[in-house]
């Protein structure tokens, strides 16, 4: 993720031992897609609560891509 997205260009150069010695060059362009990797969310405790009650928690998560993206819980 860090390489991408973006467009590389590649070139690639082939020689022979011929007499005499022949080449040849080629170029060509690679285009790296952004890949959205998926929010990993921390685990979360089972609760007892009574009826009626309002339950509170904090949930944390994290985001595997470069650079993450902001998180909406």
Do not use: Y
């Not at 070139?11 to 040849?24: E, R, Y």
């Not at 990993?40 to 998560?61: D, P």
């Amino acid at each position: 993720e860090e390489q991408g997205p973006g467009t590389n260009i590649i070139t690639v150069h082939v020689s022979d031992n011929g007499s005499p010695p022949l080449s040849d060059t080629k170029s060509f362009a690679v285009f790296v897609n952004e890949v959205n990797s998926p929010p990993v969310l921390a685990s979360i405790a089972n609760k007892i609560l009574n009826q009626g009650t309002t339950l509170t928690l904090t949930a944390t998560a994290t985001d595997p891509d470069v650079p993450a993206n902001r998180l909406m819980f």
